[in-house]
């Protein structure tokens, strides 16, 4: 904790930069990123681009002496006490605030749990006080267009490179702070919650952090991204009809079943 208290958070997060940079800049970077998000993951190729992520090796091809000195400081929050990269076998997707600054990282993996890993560093937790995606959200402002919030980040990078506004909000919770930011953005707030109990009772909750939010779900499969790819497919062209209407409609749709609808 020490370390923590000592570094200063703007040292730390150009620190965290650099790490983004070593890792794309190395000679497995383009190859990783395909066979993990776009062949195994099924996401489209835009999204590698879009997301400014990069992928981790497993500690058995990457030992710890391939990492810098300087990335191993404990309070960049990459590594964990045992002065392993705690983010290994992962794709990293970074966490950025609203001027593009990368203050965390999410790792996923489709093998380990949990399936999503935080970063903290200099004992601050980016997942648990913003959203991924959040560098958008000046755009978002000042647009008419419906900003989508899911729980989790691949359901966010799957909705933009179809063209949508979105955001994730990293979990099915919300802290004060970030429903202030939500309220800002009045009904044309979606969040997309996922179709489970998890999801039905954070619906609940959002009823009244968020007042004047849509709150829907997916009627195939868990969540957006899970939706689009039921069924090898099938869903997918209805889900993005439905996502281009589904707040000036009065029709019913064949993907989302309404929680809460603003009119």
């Known amino acids: 904790m020490k370390d923590f208290i000592e570094?200063?958070?703007?040292?730390?997060?150009?620190?965290l930069m650099r790490i983004k940079e070593f890792f794309q800049e190395q000679s497995f970077h383009n190859f990783a990123m395909q066979k993990t998000l776009i062949e195994y993951r099924k996401m489209p190729e835009s999204v590698i681009a879009d997301s400014d992520a990069f992928f981790v090796p497993d500690r058995s091809e990457f030992s710890i002496t391939n990492y810098p000195t300087w990335?191993?400081?404990?309070?960049?929050?990459?590594m964990n006490m045992k002065n392993e990269c705690k983010f290994a076998g992962r794709v990293v997707f970074p966490i950025k605030n609203v001027k593009g600054v990368i203050i965390g990282f999410v790792g996923w993996s489709g093998f380990d749990k949990p399936?999503?890993?935080?970063?903290?560093?200099?004992?601050?937790?980016?997942?648990?006080t913003t959203f991924y995606g959040m560098e958008n959200l000046p755009t978002y402002y000042t647009s008419d267009k419906p900003v989508f919030i899911p729980e989790g980040l691949m359901c966010t990078n799957y909705l933009r490179s179809k063209g949508f506004y979105s955001m994730s909000a990293l979990g099915s919770h919300l802290s004060k702070y970030q429903a202030e930011i939500l309220k800002r953005l009045g009904r044309r707030c979606v969040f997309v919650v996922d179709n489970?109990?998890?999801?039905?009772?954070?619906?609940?909750?959002?009823?009244?952090?968020?007042?004047?939010?849509?709150?829907?779900?997916?009627?195939?499969?868990?969540?957006?991204?899970?939706?689009?790819k039921e069924n090898e497919g099938c869903y997918e062209e209805v889900l993005l009809e439905d996502l281009q209407k589904l707040l000036d409609s009065n029709n019913p749709?064949?993907?989302?079943k309404e929680l809460i609808r603003q009119k």
């Open 7 to 15: 570094r200063d958070l703007e040292e730390v997060r150009a620190d």
């Open 71 to 78: 990335m191993r400081s404990y309070d960049l929050g990459f």
């Open 115 to 128: 399936k999503y890993l935080d970063s903290v560093n200099a004992g601050y937790k980016a997942g648990a």
């Open 196 to 228: 489970d109990a998890t999801g039905s009772a954070w619906a609940k909750v959002l009823k009244w952090q968020v007042p004047k939010a849509s709150i829907v779900c997916v009627t195939h499969g868990k969540d957006i991204d899970g939706c689009r």
């Open 253 to 256: 749709f064949q993907t989302f």
